[in-house]
Antibody, heavy 122, light 108 residues
C-alpha cells in the first residue's frame, strides 16, 4: 500500500525550530518529486515546498524562504522539512505529498499523508 | 493573496450538475489540478492535466480549461461529494506553485 506518514509536529515557541519527517512506503521513493503543503486552522491549503528526486532542485513559497529547508534521504525513504525562526503564522497542519509530472510540465500531488500539526505559540 | 481565485461557496441539488471554477493568469500556460478535502481529512487528488482522473475517482468528476479559467464539473452530484475543493497550479513565474482559496461545495 502506498503510504506517507508525517511526524515531528508539536508546540514550539516563536523563534524556535522544528524538524518534520515524512516516511514513505509502498513505492520507489527515490523516483518521485515530493512536496510539503500546509493548512492553517480554518484556512485553505498553502503549498510550501517541492524537491526533486535527487534533491538538486528545491522550490519554496516566498513566506518561508530562508527559514525552511526541504530535504530528503532516499536511502531511508524519508522527506524532511527543517523549520527555523518559526512564527505564529506558521501554525498549521503540514502534509507531505508525492509529486507527479505530466509531460514534465504539469505538476500534481497524487498521494498525501494525514498530516502533522505544528503550533507556534508562547 | 492567492494568484488563483475560486468562489468561496457553491451549492448544488442532489443529482444535478455543478461547475467549480478557478481563475488566474498562470492558467493560460498551465493546467490546474483539483483536490477534494473533507472535514478532518487529507486532500485527495480528483483531476489532473487536461482532464485526467486518478484510479478510484468516479467519472462524474471532469475537468476543463479555457483561457485563464479552469473548471471542475461534477455531473450528478452525490451527497458524498460535499467537501472543499482546491485548484492548484504553477504560478506566473513557473517556479512556484499556488493553491486557490478553495470552494466549499454544499449538496442540497
Amino acid at each position: 500500500e502506498v503510504q506517507l506518514v508525517e511526524s515531528g509536529g508539536g508546540l514550539v515557541q516563536p523563534g524556535g525550530s522544528l524538524r518534520l519527517s515524512c516516511a514513505a512506503s509502498g513505492f520507489t521513493f527515490s523516483s518521485y518529486w515530493m512536496s510539503w503543503v500546509r493548512q492553517a486552522p480554518g484556512k485553505g491549503l498553502e503549498w510550501v515546498a517541492n524537491i526533486k528526486q535527487d534533491g538538486s532542485e528545491k522550490y519554496y513559497v516566498d513566506s518561508v524562504k530562508g527559514r525552511f529547508t526541504i530535504s530528503r534521504d532516499n536511502a531511508k525513504n524519508s522527506l524532511y522539512l527543517q523549520m527555523n525562526s518559526l512564527r505564529a503564522e506558521d501554525t498549521a497542519v503540514y502534509y507531505c505529498a508525492r509529486g507527479q509530472w505530466l509531460y514534465y510540465y504539469y505538476y500534481y500531488m497524487d498521494v498525501w499523508g494525514k498530516g502533522t500539526t505544528v503550533t507556534v505559540s508562547s | 493573496s492567492s494568484e488563483l481565485t475560486q468562489d468561496p461557496a457553491v451549492s448544488v441539488a442532489l443529482g444535478q450538475t455543478v461547475r467549480i471554477t478557478c481563475q488566474g493568469d498562470s492558467l493560460r500556460s498551465y493546467y490546474a489540478s483539483w483536490y477534494q478535502q473533507k472535514p478532518g481529512q487529507a486532500p485527495v487528488l480528483v483531476i489532473y492535466g487536461k482532464n485526467n482522473r486518478p484510479s478510484g475517482i468516479p467519472d462524474r468528476f471532469s475537468g476543463s480549461s479555457s483561457g485563464n479559467t479552469a473548471s471542475l464539473t461534477i455531473t450528478g452530484a452525490q451527497a458524498e461529494d460535499e467537501a472543499d475543493y482546491y485548484c492548484n497550479s504553477r504560478d506566473s513565474s513557473g517556479n512556484n506553485w499556488v493553491f486557490g482559496g478553495g470552494t466549499k461545495l454544499t449538496v442540497l
